[in-house]
């Protein structure tokens, strides 16, 4: 795991600027720092050394020297496309997973892409061919991002080290902007930055000196919705999941370093950990972030599963103040404003992970996307079944029961539940049916943007344009694979994997893997019928039968507990940081531009003074607080206006 | 004079629409399907008839039906105190 920059074109100086780009990465790969540069081409790396300590150094060349590469990640099945690559006359000079890429890419182009089963993002300067090549893997998990500058194409693992190009600066871009209000992330290729974006996932970039064309090598598909099953046997299908599974945390162990493991108590992580536990000849070492509160909790869980493996488990303590605390730090890194505080413990624990020594972590990421874990796809099917009876006064009581640890909704009568969960309801055909009350109720933070930002905005609609992409046989899909659709293609990467995933481990330089991401498993749940997934209201139906030998019967038949951070209230109160009272103070959200400054101030006290708030204030807390930091970071704008004034 | 409609307007612009007095709130406009209030609102739009009206809401009362616009919740306040006062 690694971080590189670049660029392909004609430019001057490029040594230093390679330098600067790199060195706004550091953190990515604190190991090893290396250069190569061409006539109208270069590559810097920043290397956190995993396989091949010794003899992996990058940007690595073949031996024609006519290809050279800068590689972020990890290819987990190198071993085997090695084998066969030797087995065809293939000499390897290193024992790197980078170099298998090289003589993959030599034999077959960018057609090698398909044979990747990895985490990855990478540039090939292709000398021969005169051309760079960029690509990364399936899911997303590792980031690549591209600008245009006078006819250059420059590239980077973050955007921090775009910022280094001379001429290229930062400017919100305010279609992401309501994108991230609405959908909690900006819809790829955009990024929050104006012109620059982001390389999608499963897809390869190829610049020439003539054109730049991009195209996906791969696409997340579901069957037809009437197309008769191919797996109708629950044993069968649950017994194929657990050795797929399995094989991907065997895959996912492969390293010159220790392994260790993410343990949040759910279903999840403690699958991930058990099977890694039984693979690994070490002591496993695990990983859990603790929260003062009750209602994000999950400590008693994570000390069950950790005894039961026999675990080496460190916690650390979110507690009140921290979030605050590391907020900052969390924004400059996720390199986006954002509506959630999640991020922020997340980033605490890799620094745990850090101080413990280790570089790498698998995860339970990813599972409840492919096996239909979240809360949405229960909603969507109550949503449904209410929409069919609209009169019933018992069919909405249903929601009572997904929502157990919202003691709020749970006093609701009928028709308040009714009336909460109804958007949308009637249009069962919408693409967007099962997200639709998330986007609308999310977007009501939008009350505070600023007048100039509406008029910018021309009534932009991020959620009519977030149906405009979807594929064509999307409407074909049974409505629980189109809901899994828009989890997995869209916030998976565009939040889950990014602004929680990579940016905050790598901040610490810590290398995340997702073994319920590995491709054949996403291949074979988006081929399982919906109602293995999600079996009445019973969610990751399949997969806990998979499990059912391997982890404890407390942790496998609990109802998933989302996880969540305390939000508004973290930031206010006795002990509210300066940095706080600045950025949302009138002047520093006036001179921003972006949000009505008097209603900021009114929702600031208003969770000072109730910190109860609901979800589209602390959404519009979080999201116009990190807006500003954002802009104070990347811009330079300054949010302590108010003290000047 | 301030009228029982006028104080629920205000309520509502100062609490969920945070003092934007630019925003048309029309007096018969669902809360709800207007995203002005959600769930955790519903407890403090009771916790303000309570405290300002006198009136002790029992959960029958807390339905959209008496609570979902300026006009409805006005109508249930006035309703609730002619009540009281007989």
Same mark, same amino acid.
């Given at each position: 795991?690694?971080?590189?920059?670049?660029?392909?074109?004609?430019?001057?100086?490029?040594?230093?600027?390679?330098?600067?780009?790199?060195?706004?990465?550091?953190?990515?790969?604190?190991?090893?720092?290396?250069?190569?540069?061409?006539?109208?081409? /270069?590559?810097?790396?920043?290397?956190?050394?995993?396989?091949?300590?010794?003899?992996?150094?990058?940007?690595?060349?073949?031996?024609?020297?006519?290809?050279?590469?800068?590689?972020?990640?990890?290819?987990?099945?190198?071993?085997?496309?090695?084998?066969?690559?030797?087995?065809?006359?293939?000499?390897?000079?290193?024992?790197?997973?980078?170099?298998?890429?090289?003589?993959?890419?030599?034999?077959? =182009?960018?057609?090698?892409?398909?044979?990747?089963?990895?985490?990855?993002?990478?540039?090939?300067?292709?000398?021969?061919?005169?051309?760079?090549?960029?690509?990364?893997?399936?899911?997303?998990?590792?980031?690549?991002?591209?600008?245009?500058?006078?006819?250059?194409?420059?590239?980077?693992?973050?955007?921090?080290?775009?910022?280094?190009?001379?001429?290229?600066?930062?400017?919100?871009?305010?279609?992401?902007?309501?994108?991230?209000?609405?959908?909690?992330?900006?819809?790829?290729?955009?990024?929050?930055?104006?012109?620059?974006?982001?390389?999608?996932?499963?897809?390869?970039?190829?610049?020439?000196?003539?054109?730049?064309?991009?195209?996906?090598?791969?696409?997340?598909?579901?069957?037809?919705?009437?197309?008769?099953?191919?797996?109708?046997?629950?044993?069968?299908?649950?017994?194929?999941?657990?050795?797929?599974?399995?094989?991907?945390?065997?895959?996912?162990?492969?390293?010159?370093?220790?392994?260790?493991?993410?343990?949040?108590?759910?279903?999840?992580?403690?699958?991930?950990?058990?099977?890694? @536990?039984?693979?690994?000849?070490?002591?496993?070492?695990?990983?859990?972030?603790?929260?003062?509160?009750?209602?994000?909790?999950?400590?008693?869980?994570?000390?069950?599963?950790?005894?039961?493996?026999?675990?080496?488990?460190?916690?650390?303590?979110?507690?009140? =103040?921290?979030?605050? =605390?590391?907020?900052?730090?969390?924004?400059?890194?996720?390199?986006?404003?954002?509506?959630?505080?999640?991020?922020?413990?997340?980033?605490?624990?890799?620094?745990?992970?850090?101080?413990?020594?280790?570089?790498?972590?698998?995860?339970?990421? /990813?599972?409840?996307?492919?096996?239909?874990?979240?809360?949405?796809?229960?909603?969507?099917?109550?949503?449904?079944?209410?929409?069919?009876?609209?009169?019933?006064?018992?069919?909405?009581?249903?929601?009572?029961?997904?929502?157990?640890?919202?003691?709020?909704?749970?006093?609701?009568?009928?028709?308040?539940?009714?009336?909460?969960?109804?958007?949308?309801?009637?249009?069962?055909?919408?693409?967007?049916?099962?997200?639709?009350?998330?986007?609308?109720?999310?977007?009501?933070?939008?009350?505070?943007?600023?007048?100039?930002?509406?008029?910018?905005?021309?009534?932009?609609? @991020?959620?009519?344009?977030?149906?405009?992409?979807?594929?064509?046989?999307?409407?074909?899909?049974?409505?629980?694979?189109?809901?899994?659709?828009?989890?997995?293609?869209?916030?998976?990467?565009?939040?889950?994997?990014?602004?929680?995933?990579?940016?905050?481990?790598?901040?610490?330089?810590?290398? /995340?893997?997702?073994?319920?991401?590995?491709?054949?498993?996403?291949?074979?749940?988006?081929?399982?019928?919906?109602?293995?997934?999600?079996?009445?209201?019973?969610?990751?139906?399949?997969?806990?039968?998979?499990?059912?030998?391997?982890?404890?019967?407390?942790?496998?038949?609990?109802?998933?507990?989302?996880?969540?951070?305390?939000?508004?209230?973290?930031?206010?109160?006795?002990?509210?940081?300066?940095?706080?009272?600045?950025?949302?103070?009138?002047?520093?959200?006036?001179?921003? =531009?972006?949000?009505?400054?008097?209603?900021?101030?009114?929702?600031?006290?208003?969770?000072?003074?109730?910190?109860?708030?609901?979800?589209?204030?602390?959404?519009?807390?979080?999201?116009?607080?990190?807006?500003?930091?954002?802009?104070?970071?990347?811009? /330079?704008?300054?949010?302590?206006?108010?003290?000047?004034? | 004079?301030?009228?029982?409609?006028?104080?629920?307007?205000?309520?509502?612009?100062?609490?969920?629409? *945070?003092?934007?007095?630019?925003?048309?709130?029309?007096?018969?406009?669902?809360?709800?399907?207007?995203?002005?209030?959600?769930?955790?609102?519903?407890?403090?739009?009771?916790? *303000?008839?309570?405290?300002? *009206?006198?009136?002790?809401?029992?959960?029958?009362?807390?339905?959209?039906?008496?609570?979902?616009?300026?006009?409805?919740?006005?109508? *249930?306040?006035?309703?609730?105190?002619?009540?009281?006062?007989?």
């Amino acid at each position: 795991m690694c971080g590189f920059g670049g660029y392909f074109g004609s430019i001057r100086d490029a040594e230093a600027l390679l330098a600067r780009m790199i060195a706004a990465i550091a953190h990515r790969g604190p190991d090893e720092q290396g250069k190569f540069v061409a006539p109208d081409a /270069g590559l810097g790396h920043a290397r956190l050394s995993v396989i091949g300590i010794g003899d992996g150094q990058q940007p690595m060349s073949d031996v024609s020297g006519n290809l050279t590469i800068a590689f972020n990640g990890e290819i987990f099945n190198y071993l085997e496309l090695r084998e066969g690559l030797m087995a065809k006359g293939r000499r390897f000079r290193t024992s790197s997973d980078t170099e298998v890429i090289l003589h993959l890419y030599d034999e077959m =182009g960018e057609d090698c892409l398909p044979l990747l089963n990895g985490d990855f993002a990478f540039a090939i300067w292709d000398n021969r061919r005169r051309r760079m090549v960029l690509a990364r893997d399936r899911m997303g998990v590792r980031p690549l991002f591209y600008t245009n500058k006078d006819g250059v194409l420059y590239f980077a693992s973050e955007i921090k080290a775009l910022l280094k190009v001379p001429g290229i600066s930062a400017e919100i871009d305010p279609i992401a902007l309501d994108q991230i209000f609405t959908l909690w992330a900006p819809i790829a290729p955009r990024t929050a930055f104006r012109n620059i974006y982001e390389l999608e996932p499963a897809s390869v970039m190829i610049a020439t000196q003539e054109e730049v064309t991009v195209k996906r090598y791969w696409h997340l598909d579901y069957p037809h919705r009437d197309a008769p099953p191919k797996l109708t046997n629950e044993d069968d299908a649950a017994e194929e999941l657990q050795a797929l599974l399995s094989d991907a945390v065997r895959l996912r162990m492969r390293a010159d370093v220790p392994v260790g493991s993410y343990l949040s108590g759910g279903l999840d992580s403690s699958l991930v950990s058990a099977l890694a @536990a039984g693979m690994t000849p070490l002591q496993l070492q695990t990983f859990s972030v603790t929260f003062d509160s009750t209602e994000h909790d999950e400590s008693a869980f994570q000390t069950e599963m950790a005894s039961a493996l026999g675990a080496r488990h460190r916690t650390i303590a979110c507690q009140a =103040g921290d979030i605050a =605390g590391v907020f900052p730090e969390v924004i400059r890194f996720a390199e986006r404003p954002i509506i959630r505080t999640a991020p922020a413990p997340l980033y605490q624990l890799s620094g745990l992970v850090r101080q413990a020594g280790l570089k790498v972590v698998l995860t339970g990421e /990813g599972a409840d996307e492919v096996f239909a874990g979240y809360d949405i796809f229960r909603e969507a099917r109550v949503r449904r079944f209410c929409g069919r009876q609209p009169a019933s006064r018992m069919r909405p009581k249903l929601f009572r029961r997904l929502y157990p640890y919202l003691p709020g909704l749970q006093q609701q009568s009928v028709e308040y539940l009714s009336a909460f969960f109804g958007a949308g309801n009637a249009a069962l055909d919408d693409p967007l049916f099962s997200h639709r009350p998330r986007f609308k109720t999310t977007a009501a933070a939008k009350i505070f943007f600023s007048g100039d930002l509406r008029a910018t905005l021309k009534g932009y609609d @991020a959620a009519e344009d977030l149906v405009s992409r979807l594929p064509q046989a999307f409407s074909l899909w049974h409505p629980l694979h189109q809901a899994q659709f828009l989890e997995t293609s869209f916030l998976l990467p565009g939040y889950i994997l990014s602004s929680q995933g990579d940016r905050m481990a790598m901040a610490h330089g810590i290398e /995340g893997r997702f073994p319920f991401l590995d491709p054949r498993l996403v291949e074979f749940a988006g081929r399982l019928p919906p109602e293995m997934k999600l079996k009445g209201l019973v969610e990751k139906h399949i997969l806990r039968k998979a499990a059912k030998h391997l982890l404890p019967s407390a942790i496998r038949e609990r109802t998933k507990q989302p996880y969540r951070a305390p939000e508004a209230r973290s930031f206010v109160g006795a002990g509210e940081l300066d940095y706080v009272r600045d950025a949302l103070s009138e002047a520093s959200i006036a001179a921003g =531009g972006l949000f009505n400054a008097k209603a900021v101030a009114n929702l600031h006290e208003k969770c000072r003074t109730q910190p109860a708030s609901g979800f589209r204030d602390n959404a519009a807390f979080v999201g116009i607080l990190s807006t500003q930091l954002w802009q104070k970071n990347f811009t /330079g704008q300054e949010v302590s206006a108010a003290r000047a004034a | 004079m301030i009228t029982i409609k006028d104080k629920v307007r205000a309520f509502i612009v100062d609490n969920f629409l *945070f003092g934007d007095t630019s925003y048309e709130l029309a007096d018969t406009a669902s809360l709800i399907e207007n995203d002005i209030i959600d769930s955790t609102a519903v407890v403090e739009l009771v916790a *303000f008839i309570e405290d300002n *009206f006198g009136i002790a809401m029992v959960d029958s009362d807390i339905v959209p039906a008496n609570l979902d616009s300026v006009d409805r919740i006005s109508s *249930f306040i006035k309703a609730k105190a002619e009540a009281l006062a007989a």
